[in-house]
């Protein structure tokens, strides 16, 4: 029965090693599947294209959003919901600062475009975050100067222009400066303080003085 046993051991491991012949064969195969999947069959050349349209899409959806958010803006269509921040919020579930940002970016596209029609299409900002770069790089009337930059910088090829490339190029920032900051903060408490100087009030016209007051600050920074 030990004898047994040994044989079958031996047999098993016998038939578990792999030859060279096998090795070989199964390199080759791997070498081959390598080789064939950098070549695109029709079909998945077909569905790569469709795909990339849709990245497309993609990316200039931010400028169909800012110009429709523009409009809703600059005529009020909003009104039946009170405010443009309650209508982005009940209506699309984005704040109003979101939208303005979107609108904001729709508007350094349009003056881009104006600015220089020759650029392709392809080198201006692709998303809200690139257009916001450059708005907080300088002036209006340098936004132009300063995006030719970074088209510079991306060697004018399209699919190097991330937003890396761009806060590196125009040495800014998506967040607040300190000063801004600190300007923002401090009106909030002076917005806090009308607010309670608005509760001690009988008067409805002194009340609205100071609504009024409060919106002209908050205005300063939509």
């Not at 064969?25 to 998945?44: D, G, M, R, V, Y």
């Not at 429709?68 to 600059?74: G, Y």
């Not at 801004?180 to 607010?195: G, H, P, V, Y």
């Amino acid at each position: 029965m030990k004898k047994n046993k040994h044989a079958v051991k031996t047999k098993a491991k016998v038939s578990t090693t792999e030859t060279p012949a096998q090795s070989q064969t199964e390199t080759s195969s791997e070498t081959q599947a390598s080789q064939e999947s950098k070549t695109l069959t029709e079909a998945e050349r077909e569905e790569l294209n469709g795909l990339e349209d849709s990245i497309r899409g993609a990316q200039s959806q931010f400028i169909t959003l800012g110009r429709a958010l523009h409009t809703i803006l600059d005529k009020r269509l909003y009104k039946e919901l009170t405010d443009f921040d309650t209508y982005c919020d009940q209506k699309w579930g984005f704040s109003g600062s979101h939208a303005r940002r979107l609108v904001a970016a729709y508007n350094a596209i349009k003056i881009l475009r104006a600015a220089s029609p020759a650029i392709d299409e392809s080198l201006f900002p692709k998303n809200e975050f690139q257009a916001r770069l450059l708005i907080s790089s300088d002036k209006e009337d340098k936004w132009l100067k300063n995006w030719k930059r970074v088209i510079k910088a991306a060697g004018e090829d399209a699919t190097k222009i991330t937003g890396t490339l761009v806060q590196g190029t125009l040495g800014t920032s998506d967040q607040t400066s300190d000063s801004k900051r600190q300007s923002i903060s401090a009106t909030a408490k002076n917005i806090i303080e009308l607010i309670s100087e608005a509760k001690e009030l009988d008067s409805l016209e002194e009340v609205l003085k100071i609504l009024i007051k409060i919106e002209k600050k908050l205005k300063s920074y939509t």
